[in-house]
């Protein structure tokens, strides 16, 4: 079933995406070359809860870790980890989902450590803008295939790059992961009609080889692609409104004015 949110209650995830957003922006001056993965966890964690929230991801399905830390070749799902040191010019996916007072938003972001070589940069700006291209898409009327055509038609068709298919955006709110699954690939024209206080993520994967997926790490969560090329993703949660798409968990008011309202 898909939920239609309040204005009241959108404004409420916007205020649990800005406990995101902060977060975010403090992992810019955390990253760097030499630090573990574990303390992008520590500082993630005590980022969430200082400020009220709760790191729903604890416990979810077992998982036990407030971020998804996931490093050049992982797709998604990658455990933080002590031993995981990070070195210049390492791609790096952080991905993380809080709730305050009952309201819910996720967002995954990219950094590079320390330096990063031209193929890091293009493939960052590609998935960047391949978020963007499908946030445009999310308004009144459209379909979730409009979605998915319009990422696919970029990554694919124009850039030569991998769009995952394995994993896909979602509704949110008021649980973690709600209907209509998001894909980041599919047909204009087809799929759900996006309708006035649907709440969603928009989050393409892309990969520089395929775009598929290997699943068969033991600990059941980590995606790796499947040739060992790199990975990058970027998620927003929005709101579906009558002025078009609002972003609930942006990091950068001036560049994200136009969702902002």
Known sequence: MISLKSPREIEAMKKSGAIIAGM??????????GISSWEIEEF???????????????GFEGY??????????EICHGFPRKGLILKN????KVDTVVSLDGAFSDSCWSYVVGEASPEVKKLMAVTHKALYLGIDQCVIGNRIGDIGAVIQDYVEDQMG??????????????????DPNVPHYGEAGHGVRLREGMTITVEPMV????????TSDPDG??????DGSLSCQ???????TKNGPQILTSQDPEFDAKYLF
């Open 24 to 33: 975010h922006i403090g992992l810019r001056d955390i990253i760097k070359p």
């Open 44 to 58: 993630g964690r005590h980022y969430i809860e200082s400020h009220g929230g709760i790191a729903e991801q604890i």
């Open 64 to 73: 036990k870790y407030a971020t998804c830390v996931s490093i050049n070749d």
């Open 89 to 92: 010019g390492d791609l790096v």
């Open 161 to 178: 790059y991998g769009d995952v298919r394995e994993f896909v955006g979602h509704g949110i709110g008021p649980t973690m992961h709600e």
């Open 207 to 214: 990969n520089v080889g395929t775009w598929k997926a290997d």
């Open 221 to 226: 969560w980590l995606a790796k692609t499947a």
């Open 234 to 240: 970027y998620e927003h949660t929005l709101a579906i």
